[in-house]
C-alpha cells in the first residue's frame, strides 16, 4: 500500500492524519502527541509576539521544526477576507516562502462556522499571489466546487461544528463534494473520535484533520495514535470496498429478497 | 529625535529612529523566527538591516502558536 | 500497550479481532485473509466428511494449524440445544479435547437471531460438561447477564443480523451488557466496515468476532488488515478516554452552554 | 377510514393509542390529558390499599369509569411470573372478571428491561386461566413469536427503555416481528415524543403504549393531544405508502441512477 | 391552540403546512390532495404557454383558485440570479401584482442544492422591487441569517436534497438557523413522510413545505392527510416541551444517574 | 375470642372472628372498588358476607392506581 | 406590412403588426391567466389594447403550471 | 458376515464387521483430524482399533469445515 499516498499540491504524504497544535498543557505534550499521530501536516495559528516576555523560552516550531513537518499556517480567528489574506502574509514570510496554508474564514464566534462568501474571495486573492489554499469550507457541494475552480488545492468541509466532537452529521453532502471535487478532500472540523475518522476515510475522504478530538482526550497521546490507526483503517476498508448491505427485508411474497445469508 | 510607533497594539517610544535588526535586538527577538508588517505591509526580513522605523508606524510582530 | 491483552479463560490473546473461516474463495485466500487480520482466535464449523470425495486434498486445519491458532469451534446451523451440545462433543473429540467453544443457537433460518431459551439450556449442559463456552447471544442484558451467571467464559452479543453487514444498530443495550457482565464482551455478527468494529471496541467491548464483513469485502485480504487496525484504533480510543460531545445548544440566556469552543 | 379499527381479542378500538395513568400531579390531570389523548384503552397497575388513610377520597376508576374505558390493568413491579400472576388475579376479580390484561415482567429495577423467561412462563399460565393477555416484551423477534404461539392476544416489544424517551432504537427487529407476528404488534415503552410514535406506526405497528412522554411532558395535556395527532399521522402514512426513498448516489458512470428528480 | 398562527409577511394562516402542486396524475387529484392537507398557501411554477395547445382545458389557477389560495409562485429551474428575478416578475404580474414569492435558484439539475450567492443576488434584488420573499437555502447558519438580513420575509432550508426523501439529515444546523433567524423558519425539501415533518416542527421549525412525498405517495391524497396531521402533531409536541431523555448511564459508581425511572 | 392477621403487610387485630363485609365496613372500604385475596387466593366478593377471617391469616386488599 | 417575431422560443410570422389584446385572440388565450414579456420586459396587461408587436420583438407569454 | 450402516446420513455395507480403524482406512481418512459419532456417543480415538461397527450402526465422520 506504499502506493497509497496522499498528494496535496503536487508534494506526496504517508499520513493522511493532518493535526492541530492548539489545545495541549505544554510544548512536551504536543509533540508526544504529534509524534504519536504520525501526521506530516500541523497546522498553527499566527499571532503577535508577547513583547517582552518569555523572551528565552522555545517557540512551537522549535518543537516542531519545519525540516520535519509541514507547517500549514491557518487563519483561526479571522472573521473576514483581508484579515485572513493579512495573516497568510505574515505566515508566508514568517516560513520563508513557504506558500501552502489553510484559510479558514469563520462566520461568528459562537458557532465558528465558515463564511462562505468572504471564504471564497479569500482564495481568490490568495491564488492570485501564488498561495497554494486549503480551505476550511461548510459542506455546501456547489461552493465546495467553486473552491476548487478558483484554484484552491483541497477543500476541507466541516463534519459538525468546530471543537464539536458530533462526527460526521452528513455523510450525504461529503460524499457529493467527494463525487464532484478532483482535488482532495479533507475533513476538517467535528471529529469526536476514532471511529469517526475511520467514517470520514470510508466515504472516500482523502484525509483528514483534527485537534480537540485528540488535544481534549483524557491521554491525547494514545489517542493521537488510536487516530492515526484509524484513518489507516478507513482509508483500507474504503479501497477494499466493504460488503453490501443486507437490511432485514419483510416481505412474504418475496422470500428471496427477504433471506439473510448466514456467516457459516 | 525620539519616535513613538504601535508596536502590537501599544505605544511604544524610542530616542532615535532605528532599523528593524535593532528593533528585534531591542526586543530580545533576534534569531527568533517571527515576521514583521508596518502599516499593513510586509516587511521582508532581508530588508531588516536597513529598513528604518517612522514615527507613526503601525508595527505587527507576529510568531507561531499553537492552534487547529 | 503490551499490558492490554484479551483474557478468555484465563488465557490470554493479543489481538481482540476474532474471524470467521466462512465464504472465501479457496483456502489460499482464507490464510492469507486471516493472517492479514492478525487473529489468534478462528472459528469453524463441523460438518459431515464428503465420503469417498478429495481424499487427497488438505483441510482447513492444515492451512490453520491448531498449533499457531486458537481453534473456535462453533454450532452454526444448529437450532436446538440437543444438536449444539451433539456438535460440540463431536468438536472436542476432533480437538484432542479442546475446550474453547462458541455456542450458537440460531431460531429461523431467515433472521438467523439467536433462540435464546435454547442457548441459554446448551450453555447450562456445556459448563456442566467442562466447555469453556463462548455465547453468541442477542442484546438483551437480563439473558446476556444470565448466561455469564451460568458459568459462559464469555458473552457474545450481536450488533446486527447475521451477515447483514448493518454495524451497531443499538448501542445501547451493548453499553447495558458490558457495564454489568464481567466476563469479556465481544460483539459477534453485524459488522459491515472497519468503522462499526472502531465504534464496538470505544463502546468498551473487549473484541469483535466477524467473518463476512472480511470475507465478503472486494478485496478480503486488505478489509482484514483495515478490521486489525480498527480493533486496535477503537480500543486504544477507549482507553484514551474521549473529548466531551458538545452539540450547539440553542439558548441565548445561557451563553456559556451555547459557547463552542473553537481549536485554535 | 372508519374500516380501519385496531382489533384486539375480537373487539374493534377506534384509538391505537393506549396511555398508561401514572407520574401526573393529580387526578383531574390524568382525566385531562387521558381525554385530549382520545385513547380507549387506559393501563393501570394494582396496589395495596392504604389502610385507614383517605377512605372519603375518589379513586382512580372513579374518574376513569370502566363503563367508558377499558381498563388494562399491569404488573409493573413483578420481577417473577409468580408475582405477575397473582397480581392479575386480584386484578380479574377487582374488575368483575375482565380478562384483558398487559403481563410486564421486569428484569431488574435500574433497566426496567423485561425478564423473558419468566414473561413466558406467566403468558403461559395466565392463558391457561382464560386471561387475554397482551405481553409487554424485548424486541427478540423469536420470542415475541413465542408468545403469540402461548396465546398472547398482542405483543408489545419495547421501543427503548421505560421513561428512557430515546424513542424507536432498533426499528430492525420491530420490522421482522411486525412482519411475524399476526396478533397486534403495540411498541410499549421508550417513546418521547410525537415522532416518536409516527415513526412507530409507519413502521406497521397496530398501535402504541405510552405513558411518561405525555405525563413528564411539560404541557401533558397538550402532549396528549399531540400524540393523538401523531399516532394517526403515522397510521395514515403507512396505509398511503411513502415515496421510495433516493439518496444521491455517486456514480458519473451511471448519471441515471445520480438523478434526483426535482419537485417542480 | 386557535391562537397559534403562522405569521408570514404579516399575514396569519392557520396550517402550517404549505404544498407544492408537481407530480401528481391530473388536477383532480391536485385538488384533492391539496385540501386533504389543508394547506393555505401552494406553490406553482411559471412556463411557456403551449401555444396553440388545449387552448379550452382548464389551468391550474381555474382548479386552485387565489381566491381561495394563497398561490405561492416559485422559480424552479432557474439557475442563476437573473433568470429568477425575471420569472416572479412575471408572477407578480400574473398574479396581479401579488408578491409573496417563493425564491429557488439552483446550483445544478443532478443534485438540485441551491445555489446561495446567486439566491443572496436574486434576494437583494426582489426584496429591492418590492417583492416578499420566501427563500429556499442551504441549511448553512450564517447565510439563513444573511438572507433575512437582506429582508426576506422567511428562510426555508432543505431538510435533505429536493425530491430524495431522506429526511432531516443535519438537524443540528437547523437548530442553530431556528435559535438565530426571527423570521419564520420552513423546512423546504426533503420531508418523505409523516415522521419527517413531525420531526422538523419538534425542532421549533414554523412550518413545512413539501410537494414530492405527497404527490408520490402510494395514496397521495391519505398521505396529504397524514401530512397535515403530522404537521400539527409536531407542532404541539413542540409547544408542550418533551420529556427530558434519559439514556442509560453505565455508572455504577454513581447509581442515582444510572437509575432510570419506571412508568408505573 | 381475638384474632391476629397480617393485612396489607402489617399486624392488626380483631376482638372477634369477622367476615369479609364487616372488615371492609371496618376498614371504610365498603362499597369501593377493590379486591381481597386471603393466604395467596382470591376471596370471591360473592364470598364476603360469610367467609370469615381466621387467627393468623394473610390479608391483601389491593385497588388500582395510577400506573402505566 | 408582415411583422416575425419569436413567440415562445419559436418563430411566427403575421401579416400586419398587432395589439397583444389581438395576439392572445389569435392564440385563444383571451381572457386565461397569462403574463407577457416582450424583449425582457414584463408587458402590463393594461396596456394590451393599445401596444403593438414589433417586426423582430422576443415575445414569452407564461401560465402557472403544478410545481413544488 | 456381512452388515449394513448409516454413514453420514447414506446406507453402507461392509462384507463383514470392522474396526473403527478398518473404517477410516476404507474411507481414505486415515490419519485425517476427524471425529466419530456412533447411534449419538463419541467413539474416542483411542477406542479406534478394536471397537468394532455393528449391523445398523448410526455413524457420522466429521471435519472442521469454514465457518463463522
Same mark, same amino acid.
Given at each position: 500500500?506504499?502506493?497509497?499516498?496522499?498528494?496535496?499540491?503536487?508534494?506526496?504524504?504517508?499520513?493522511?492524519?493532518?493535526?492541530?497544535?492548539?489545545?495541549?498543557?505544554?510544548?512536551?505534550?504536543?509533540?508526544?502527541?504529534?509524534?504519536?499521530?504520525?501526521?506530516?501536516?500541523?497546522?498553527?495559528?499566527?499571532?503577535?509576539?508577547?513583547?517582552?516576555?518569555?523572551?528565552?523560552?522555545?517557540?512551537?516550531?522549535?518543537?516542531?521544526?519545519?525540516?520535519?513537518?509541514?507547517?500549514?499556517?491557518?487563519?483561526?480567528?479571522?472573521?473576514?477576507?483581508?484579515?485572513?489574506v493579512r495573516?497568510?502574509?505574515?505566515?508566508?514570510?514568517?516560513?520563508?516562502?513557504?506558500? /501552502?496554508?489553510?484559510?479558514? !474564514? @469563520?462566520?461568528?464566534?459562537?458557532?465558528?462556522?465558515?463564511?462562505? &462568501?468572504?471564504?471564497? =474571495?479569500? $482564495?481568490?486573492?490568495?491564488?492570485?499571489?501564488?498561495?497554494?489554499?486549503?480551505?476550511?469550507?461548510?459542506?455546501?457541494?456547489?461552493?465546495?466546487?467553486?473552491?476548487?475552480?478558483?484554484?484552491c488545492v483541497?477543500?476541507?468541509?466541516?463534519?459538525?461544528?468546530?471543537?464539536?466532537?458530533?462526527?460526521?452529521?452528513?455523510?450525504?453532502?461529503?460524499?457529493?463534494?467527494?463525487?464532484?471535487?478532483?482535488?482532495?478532500?479533507?475533513?476538517?472540523?467535528?471529529?469526536?473520535?476514532?471511529?469517526?475518522?475511520?467514517v470520514a476515510?470510508? /466515504?472516500?475522504?482523502?484525509? !483528514? @484533520?483534527?485537534?480537540?478530538?485528540?488535544?481534549?482526550?483524557?491521554? &491525547?497521546?494514545?489517542? =493521537?495514535? $488510536?487516530?492515526?490507526?484509524?484513518?489507516?483503517?478507513?482509508?483500507?476498508?474504503?479501497?477494499?470496498?466493504?460488503?453490501?448491505?443486507?437490511?432485514?427485508?419483510?416481505?412474504?411474497?418475496?422470500?428471496?429478497?427477504?433471506?439473510?445469508?448466514?456467516?457459516? | 529625535?525620539?519616535?513613538?510607533?504601535?508596536?502590537?497594539?501599544?505605544?511604544?517610544?524610542?530616542?532615535?529612529?532605528?532599523?528593524?535588526?535593532?528593533?528585534?535586538?531591542?526586543?530580545?527577538?533576534?534569531?527568533?523566527?517571527?515576521?514583521?508588517?508596518?502599516?499593513?505591509?510586509?516587511?521582508?526580513?532581508?530588508?531588516?538591516?536597513?529598513?528604518?522605523?517612522?514615527?507613526?508606524?503601525?508595527?505587527?510582530?507576529?510568531?507561531?502558536?499553537?492552534?487547529?
Amino acid at each position: 500500500m506504499a502506493a497509497d499516498k496522499l498528494l496535496i499540491a503536487g508534494k506526496a504524504y504517508d499520513s493522511r492524519l493532518l493535526v492541530g497544535t492548539g489545545k495541549y498543557r505544554d510544548f512536551d505534550e504536543t509533540r508526544r502527541a504529534i509524534e504519536a499521530s504520525g501526521a506530516q501536516i500541523v497546522t498553527v495559528a499566527i499571532r503577535r509576539t508577547n513583547i517582552g516576555q518569555n523572551a528565552g523560552e522555545p517557540s512551537l516550531l522549535d518543537v516542531l521544526p519545519p525540516s520535519r513537518f509541514t507547517i500549514l499556517p491557518n487563519t483561526a480567528g479571522c472573521y473576514n477576507a483581508a484579515d485572513a489574506v493579512r495573516t497568510l502574509r505574515l505566515a508566508r514570510e514568517l516560513l520563508d516562502g513557504h506558500s /501552502l496554508v489553510k484559510l479558514e !474564514v @469563520l462566520g461568528d464566534a459562537q458557532s465558528l462556522y465558515p463564511n462562505m &462568501p468572504e471564504t471564497l =474571495a479569500a $482564495a481568490k486573492t490568495l491564488v492570485a499571489e501564488g498561495f497554494q489554499v486549503m480551505a476550511y469550507c461548510s459542506d455546501d457541494p456547489i461552493l465546495a466546487k467553486e473552491l476548487e475552480e478558483l484554484g484552491c488545492v483541497a477543500v476541507m468541509p466541516l463534519a459538525s461544528l468546530i471543537g464539536s466532537g458530533m462526527g460526521i452529521v452528513n455523510p450525504w453532502n461529503l460524499q457529493i463534494i467527494i463525487d464532484r471535487v478532483k482535488v482532495p478532500v479533507l475533513v476538517d472540523a467535528g471529529i469526536g473520535t476514532a471511529s469517526d475518522a475511520a467514517v470520514a476515510m470510508e /466515504l472516500g475522504c482523502d484525509g !483528514v @484533520l483534527m485537534n480537540t478530538a485528540i488535544a481534549k482526550a483524557r491521554d &491525547p497521546v494514545m489517542m =493521537a495514535h $488510536a487516530m492515526k490507526l484509524a484513518v489507516e483503517a478507513g482509508r483500507e476498508a474504503y479501497r477494499a470496498g466493504r460488503m453490501a448491505k443486507k437490511p432485514y427485508e419483510a416481505s412474504p411474497s418475496s422470500p428471496e429478497s427477504g433471506l439473510i445469508q448466514k456467516s457459516a | 529625535m525620539a519616535i513613538c510607533v504601535t508596536l502590537n497594539g501599544s505605544p511604544r517610544e524610542f530616542p532615535a529612529p532605528l532599523t528593524f535588526v535593532e528593533l528585534l535586538d531591542e526586543l530580545d527577538l533576534a534569531g527568533k523566527r517571527i515576521a514583521v508588517e508596518r502599516n499593513g505591509e510586509i516587511v521582508p526580513r532581508s530588508r531588516f538591516p536597513e529598513a528604518r522605523l517612522m514615527d507613526g508606524d503601525r508595527i505587527e510582530v507576529v510568531v507561531a502558536v499553537g492552534g487547529g
